[in-house]
């Protein structure tokens, strides 16, 4: 995990804000993540995905915990499959959930964060607005 000190002289050298830097660190724990799956050639499904992203995120190292396991839910007429993650911070854990589903033969993905799990909670709320256009599947 990158300490406080690595957070402040990163923003000080780029002229960032510190929680910048932190969200850009944790992204790239995500991308690491995916990164590290084969994709291969046939058509991979929401629920392989969020259920091979997991152990990839629980690596020694990595500032994200997966908590529990991957679930079904509905959003918009769609079914995607939710992970929910704790990610560690220096200044603090953070909770987070990832929301997939396959549009088409590719993955759509919903990465929320929010600093308490009530703040999460409300924020995938917002996704229940969600509308996809008809005849698209």
């Not at 990839?56 to 529990?68: H, I, Y």
């Not at 009530?118 to 924020?123: F, M, S």
Request: include cysteine; charged fraction near 20%; glycine fraction near 8%.
């Amino acid at each position: 995990m990158i300490d406080r000190r690595e957070i402040l002289e990163a923003a000080s050298a780029f002229s960032l804000l510190p929680s910048i830097v932190e969200k850009d660190y944790l992204l790239g724990w995500m991308l690491a993540g995916i990164n590290a799956l084969e994709m291969q050639p046939v058509p991979i499904t929401a629920e392989s995905y969020i259920k091979a992203i997991g152990p990839r995120f629980s690596q020694k190292g990595s500032p994200l915990e997966v908590r529990g396991s991957p679930e079904e839910h509905a959003m918009g007429g769609r079914t995607f499959w939710k992970q929910d993650i704790l990610v560690h911070t220096a200044s603090g854990t953070a909770c987070a959930a990832q929301f997939v589903a396959t549009e088409k033969g590719n993955l759509l993905m919903f990465s929320l964060s929010a600093p308490d799990p009530k703040a999460l909670e409300d924020l995938e709320k917002t996704l229940e607005s969600i509308h996809f256009l008809q005849g698209s599947s």
